[in-house]
């Protein structure tokens, strides 16, 4: 039986090998950094609907603390609890493009409800790191 989860590589650097991150849900979280403002996004690692394809990464919910200039919430979001929660319009994203800058607070990698900052599973190069959904790779099952 495959063991889904992300592979996390570095969009600049060939020479770092991915690493592979065993997870079925997540929660990737960060604040803004000029309007200071935290966001977070869940995710679920699920099988393609097409045999023999490579899993695909589901966004299941969303939420934003407030709102602010150019982060506005979409029009279908729900105020609870000072958050502004809404299901993303895009349901499966074969990928995501995380711009990680040494200028600013790293994502939250949250599982669970515990979160790390994400350079504890990848340091960035203060470029894009690449988060893709993936089934875990030959050398490194056990």
Known sequence: MPVFGVCLALAASAATPPVFVPVERFTLAWTHSIEKVRWEEDYAVVASTTAGQPPV???????????????????????????????PHMWSPQGLRLTRSPYTADYAWCVGGQCVPLGQWLPSDGGVTLLTPCVQPPATAR
């Open 57 to 87: 990464l589901r966004a299941l919910g969303a939420r934003v603390r407030g709102s602010a200039a150019g982060m506005e919430p979409p029009d279908d979001a729900v105020l609870r609890n000072g958050w502004y929660e809404y299901t």
